[in-house]
């Protein structure tokens, strides 16, 4: 059982360039959720999907793009990168009405925009 | 909205020793979802302990419980014989019960001491 599975782990961006980030989970969880972690900052949510073909923005939407054609992937999608999307980036995923499990998370992809 | 406050930065404990973290939270619903999650740094988002608004007795994880105080809205995380291992950030976050979406603490860096 892998979990959640976020691709690449590492990536530097030039400004302006594009490039998605992978997600996927194979628990069959309809939640899944974008995170951002900056230093200091704790975690910002940055958009969320209830189910397929469901999204919703969250805290920190802009310069970001998703989209949920299945239920296994999330995939996050910057356009024009810029330095202030540096950042640790973390996919998670949930089941409805298991609250008390919080999410399980991917390991995480460092982008360095430059 | 929710709030979740950590409003430590960074804490220091010998080994062996025992250590609280604090977490405060500010919300209007009656029913909800506590966690403490751990990021050492490997990066991965590991869950601590969690806690349900509607239990009155405190969540107890091996080493770790918590002291979760629902009319002052605190939820403290208290570590017991610390190891080295313990070393990490720690990251407090509330989950709604009628809304999925986790909001996290700043976090709090724990260092552990030989």
């Known amino acids: 059982n892998a979990g959640v599975t976020q691709t690449p782990k590492f990536r530097i961006l030039k400004i302006g360039q594009s490039m998605t980030l992978q997600c996927a989970q194979d628990?069959?969880?309809?939640?899944m959720y974008w995170y951002r972690q900056d230093p200091g900052m704790g975690l910002k949510l940055i958009y969320y999907?209830?189910?397929?073909?469901?999204?919703d923005k969250g805290e920190v939407p802009n310069g970001y793009n998703v989209s949920r054609s299945t239920t296994e992937d999330f995939p996050l999608r910057l356009e024009l990168a810029a330095p202030s999307q540096t950042s640790v980036y973390f996919c998670?995923?949930?089941?409805?009405?298991?609250?008390?499990?919080?999410?399980?998370f991917g390991s995480g992809t460092r982008l360095t925009v430059v | 909205a929710q709030t979740v406050t950590q409003s430590q930065p960074e804490m220091s404990v010998q080994e062996a020793e025992t250590v609280t973290l604090s977490c405060t939270y500010d919300?209007?619903?009656?029913?909800?979802?506590l966690f403490w999650y751990k990021q050492p740094p490997s990066r991965q988002m590991i869950l601590v302990i969690r806690?349900?608004?509607?239990?009155?007795q405190n969540a107890t994880e091996n080493r770790f419980s918590v002291n979760f105080q629902k009319a002052a809205k605190s939820f403290s995380l208290k570590i017991s014989d610390s190891q080295l291992g313990d070393t990490a950030m720690y990251f407090c976050?509330?989950?709604?019960?009628?809304?999925?979406?986790?909001?996290f603490g700043k976090g709090i860096t724990l260092s552990v001491r030989p």
């Open positions: 806690q349900e608004a509607y239990k009155q």
């Open positions: 998670a995923s949930s089941y409805p009405g298991q609250g008390t499990y919080g999410y399980t």
């Open positions: 976050a509330f989950r709604g019960g009628a809304n999925s979406k986790l909001t």
């Open positions: 999907s209830v189910g397929a073909g469901i999204t």
């Open positions: 919300t209007s619903e009656n029913n909800y979802y």
């Open positions: 628990m069959n969880h309809n939640y």
